[in-house]
């Protein structure tokens, strides 16, 4: 299993990004998937999710407007769209995915990728 996550980067407060996710491994369609980030000090936190029935979305407070999540399920892909960016939005951002079965839920992470917003 893995999930790959690539388009991080530095920014201006007011600034735009996308980091995006590839997943391998795993049945892409059937998970949750979900972004969350951790700043330096603070605990890790969910950002945003697309559940696997319906396509639902769920946002943090502090990011509602300004971000969106999209995923492919034929590419096994999900996106993290950053608007509006500001210097608390800096962290490590995760990819998650989560599935809950019969004998058990499965969890995988990605590595993480920096995203540093400056004023």
């Known amino acids: 299993v893995q999930l790959v996550e690539s388009g991080g980067g530095s920014v201006q407060s007011g600034g735009s990004l996308r980091v995006s996710c590839a997943a391998s491994?795993?049945?892409?369609?059937?998970?949750?998937m979900s972004w969350y980030r951790q700043a330096p000090g603070k605990e890790r936190e969910l950002v945003a999710s697309?559940?696997?029935?319906?396509?639902?979305?769920i946002y943090a407070d502090s990011v509602k407007g300004r971000f969106t999540i999209s995923r492919d399920n034929a590419k096994d892909t999900v996106t993290l769209h950053m608007n509006d960016l500001q210097p608390e939005d800096t962290a490590v951002y995760y990819c998650?995915?989560?599935?809950?079965?019969?004998?058990?839920?499965?969890?995988?992470w990605g590595e993480g990728t920096q995203v540093t917003v400056s004023s």
């Open positions: 491994g795993f049945t892409f369609i059937i998970y949750d």
């Open positions: 697309s559940t696997s029935v319906g396509g639902r979305t």
């Open positions: 998650h995915a989560q599935r809950e079965f019969v004998d058990g839920t499965r969890t995988y």
